[in-house]
């Protein structure tokens, strides 16, 4: 099973895009076959390690927005494989998916293969909606999904 976690805030418009990519995500796995979790939540807190070290879990994907101005080109979705963090994982207002994968690892002894999947967001204001360049990089997830290394966890 693929666990796809996604965080963002879909009233602070652009960031809730990476919640939105997820179901994309979802949708695309799912009909390729893939047996899909989804957990969705505003940020990543400590007690999703569980949840990563979960014994059904075989790999891991983290779903977010990434800043971007309006004049970078190519706004694109990017995807990038994780690892656990090297550093003492501290709790704070910051949870990154390194350090969560680092308590699982700590914690529960899993280690499941991981990556970061990011939507380019430019418009962080208060309300719902996306931007038109949001919306854009989300129309691009097919060709991402065909163009990534036989080393992402979710190639069937």
């Known amino acids: 099973m693929v666990l796809i976690i996604a965080y963002g805030n879909s009233l602070r418009r652009?960031?809730?895009?990476?919640?939105?990519?997820?179901?994309?995500?979802?949708?695309?796995?799912?009909?390729?076959?893939?047996?899909?979790?989804?957990?969705?939540?505003?940020?990543?807190?400590?007690?999703?390690?569980?949840?990563?070290?979960?014994?059904?879990?075989?790999?891991?994907?983290?779903v977010d927005t990434r800043v971007a101005a309006a004049g970078d080109e190519p706004l694109e979705l990017l995807a990038c494989?994780?690892?656990?963090?090297?550093?003492?994982?501290?709790?704070?207002?910051?949870?990154?998916?390194?350090?969560?994968?680092?308590?699982?690892?700590?914690?529960?002894?899993?280690?499941?293969p991981a990556w970061l999947l990011t939507v380019p967001g430019v418009d962080f204001d208060h309300g719902e909606g996306l931007s038109d360049a949001t919306r854009h990089a989300l129309d691009t997830l097919p060709d991402l999904l065909r163009k990534l290394p036989p080393a992402w966890p979710l190639n069937p």
């Open 14 to 62: 652009d960031d809730g895009a990476g919640l939105v990519l997820a179901e994309l995500l979802e949708e695309a796995l799912r009909a390729n076959g893939l047996e899909i979790t989804r957990v969705a939540v505003h940020q990543l807190t400590p007690d999703l390690a569980l949840s990563v070290a979960a014994d059904d879990v075989e790999a891991v994907v983290f």
């Open 81 to 112: 494989p994780l690892v656990s963090s090297l550093d003492s994982p501290t709790l704070g207002h910051q949870l990154g998916p390194s350090t969560l994968l680092t308590y699982a690892r700590l914690l529960y002894r899993k280690s499941p």
